[in-house]
């Protein structure tokens, strides 16, 4: 093998690595690859990469050696400690100019250390959020690009060759912004998504015990839904599922374990909008969600002590409950973007980035978890507004909301009336009904605060930023507690 003669380098040969690689091998890409394992090196080149343009490298500098200048050296290892180890022992092979991209699901802070540390040793950083799973990474995922700017002109042409496209032809990966700002806006990604994936698991089980469907029907019922204006990868993917059977002919998902796993980027998160005083509520209810799964023995001993409602009467028009259920859905779904956005642009805001909204709906309409019709939408009230401070504002978003919230509210008394849980569902709608109410009761939490630590409080009567404190007992001293803010 000639040396210089591959585009760029790939480390890290588990499944979404590997199908990067054969991805990036079917748009024309010369690729090169090492793996900690080196044997798992041999045998992906002798298995999965058999017959491709595909090099094997046993070690960094072989790899290094392969590659055409400016090198590009892609990392899709673990998250974590793991990548600043692989980055250290890179960086004696690799020259000024050179570019190294994380593609794992790396925390933001992460990336904006290694831009900068990089950037003082004269190497390009890039991390960016790659979303789409086995099947995207393969054929088409969505990628979301940050780090050093000045590296984007020589990986813009590899990633959008791979990145999944929209109906006009368009590539799901655009420069997302400086340092971590593709892993904040993949993280954001992630909550998103799990706030989708909990609120779809919420209609599931309100629609199956309030009805007492079968997994067959819920199949037919989701197949509709993704017809209209719930069509989404997430909900093809639950269809799908309901309709496959076990060995024996029951319905598979009758026998999965109801307890569920995570990875992390839900809680950062939640955690990134505490830090920003953002209600991510949708969110963090999400993760609380997978939490609570988790205690399975304490809740099937709880079900044996805690009493639910009587059994609740059998709804006449289950029909009309089937749509009150999806409407809800929507709702919801709607407001779980919102959060996120609102999220987004306040990271945008501390962090000093320059984030294109649309842009970003854009890179989520295809190949990534969450890509659904819906994304469109978000795309066109971005264009139509680059400076709208919230989803719900927009037109589409607030007609579809007034017309629907009805519905939601239907299907959130009758989960309350036979006591089925619904913290998404339900969350989302108390975060609706806070943000369309003018006056709060916040009022009283200011006049308690003062009460009882002196935290001042400002008036209605008063120009904003004017601060009072009241003696509220007449034996209290005069002087006020300093302020902060979440």
Known sequence: MDKGSCDIGLIGLAVMGQNLVLNMNDHGYKVAVFNRTVSKVDDFIQNEAKGTQVVGAHSMEELCGLLKSPRRVMIMVKAGDVVDHTIDQLLPHLEKGDIIIDGGNSLFTDSNRRTKDLAAKGILFIGTGVSGGEEGARFGPSIMP????????????????????????????????????????????????????????????????????????????????????????????????????????????????????????????????????????????????????????????????????????????????????????????????????????????????????????????????????????????????????????????????????????????????????????STALGFYDGYRTARLPANLLQAQRDYFGAHTYERVDKPRGEFFHTNWTGHGGRVASGRYNA
């Open 146 to 425: 940050g780090g050093n700017p000045a590296a984007w002109p020589h990986v813009k042409a590899i990633f959008q060759a791979i990145a999944a496209k929209v109906e006009d032809g368009t590539p799901c990966c655009d420069w997302v912004g400086e340092d971590g700002a593709g892993h904040y806006v993949k993280m954001v990604h992630n909550g998103i998504e799990y706030g989708d994936i909990q609120l779809i698991c919420e209609a599931y089980q309100l629609l199956k015990d309030a009805l007492g469907l079968t997994a067959d029907e819920l199949h037919d019922i989701f197949a509709e839904w993704n017809k209209g204006e719930l069509d989404s990868y997430l909900i093809e993917i639950s269809t799908t599922i309901f309709a496959k059977k076990d060995e024996d002919g029951s319905p598979l998902i009758d026998k999965i374990l109801d307890t569920a796993g995570q990875k992390g980027t839900g809680k950062w998160t939640a955690i990134s909008a505490l830090d920003l005083g953002m209600p991510l509520t949708l969110i963090g209810e999400s993760v609380f969600a997978r939490c609570l799964s988790a205690l399975k023995d304490e809740r099937v001993e709880a079900s044996k002590v805690l009493n639910g409602p009587p059994k609740a009467q059998s709804i006449a028009e289950r029909k009309q409950f089937v749509e009150e259920v999806r409407r809800a859905l929507y709702c919801s779904k709607m407001v779980s973007y919102a959060q996120g956005y609102m999220l987004l642009r306040a990271a945008e805001k501390d962090q000093g980035w320059h984030l294109n909204m649309g842009g970003i709906a854009l890179m989520w309409r295809g190949g990534c978890i969450i890509r659904s019709v819906f994304l469109g939408n978000i795309k066109a009230a971005f264009d139509k507004n680059p400076a709208l401070t919230n989803l719900l504002l927009d037109d589409f978003f607030s007609s579809a909301l007034n017309k629907y919230q009805a519905s939601w509210r239907r299907a959130i008394v009758q989960a309350i009336e036979i006591g089925v849980p619904t913290p998404a569902i």
